[in-house]
């Protein structure tokens, strides 16, 4: 509900999961059940604070783009929940229409509770990809993805088109839109960890800043 009452707002909301890494913000983006918890999960238990999960909002600031935190909780399978969180973590109650559950994040993983400058953005693969990689993604191409991934309820209000289009563009021209793709193992997961780290050094600046020309792919 809260990203569907942010988007009615018209403030610029995405299906994505994100966290403070490196001095600057990393958001996963992707449709159900492409990982964006999981790998949320796994990086704020290595001590990258969470921002968000599956609902990330977006805010202008000057040239660049800042994320902002919301609910400090994951949603996870209960494959993920095994995997990641310690036995003695327990979950929200229930709820009817999905099987995942919300684990607050008080206690099990670090959280960031001020804005962050947005550095790179990952749209997540299929997992078909036998090992991480880490690419980046053309305006047009990047431009497209955004739009798969917004928050956008109401699809007639020609402003509101209006307005996220120019969001949409503006990210799209930011020089942060990557794809990520990994095999569907826990065991692949400090690569993805290490393969980020790599880039973020390698890519100076933040949203929206000059950046030089676009890095080449990156893989472990």
């Known amino acids: 509900m809260l990203p569907a009452t942010l988007g009615l707002q018209q403030r610029p909301v995405f299906h994505a ?16 059940g492409r990982g964006k918890s999981t790998l949320a999960t796994f990086l704020a238990r290595r001590g990258h604070a969470l921002l968000s999960d599956d609902g990330l909002e977006l805010r202008q600031s000057g040239s660049g783009w ?44 670090s959280v960031c509770d001020t804005p962050v400058p947005l550095r790179m953005a990952c749209f997540l693969g ?6 991480p ?5 053309p305006p047009p191409q990047a431009h497209l993805a955004w739009v798969q991934h917004g928050f956008l309820l109401d699809v007639h209000d020609r402003q509101v088109l209006t307005r996220q289009f120019r969001h949409v563009a503006a990210l799209a021209r930011a020089g942060i839109s990557y794809r990520l793709d990994y095999p569907r193992r826990y065991e692949a997961l400090p690569q993805v960890e290490t393969l980020l780290l790599s880039m973020l050094e390698n890519t100076p600046g933040c949203a929206g800043a000059p950046v030089g ?8």
Not at 126 to 131: F, I, M, V
Not at 213 to 220: F, K, S, V
Request: zero cysteines.
């Open 66 to 109: 800042l994320a902002v935190p919301n609910q400090p909780s994951v949603r996870l399978w209960e494959d993920s929940r095994d995997a990641l969180l310690p036995a003695e973590a327990m979950p929200s109650a229930a709820v009817a229409y999905t099987r995942k559950q919300r684990f607050p994040a008080q206690g099990w993983l």
């Open 126 to 131: 299929d997992g078909s990809a036998t090992r």
């Open 213 to 220: 020309p676009p890095p080449r792919a990156h893989t472990p």
């Open 133 to 137: 990689i880490l690419e980046p993604l």
């Open 17 to 32: 999961s994100a966290l403070a890494v490196g001095g600057g913000a990393v958001a996963f983006l992707g449709s159900s």
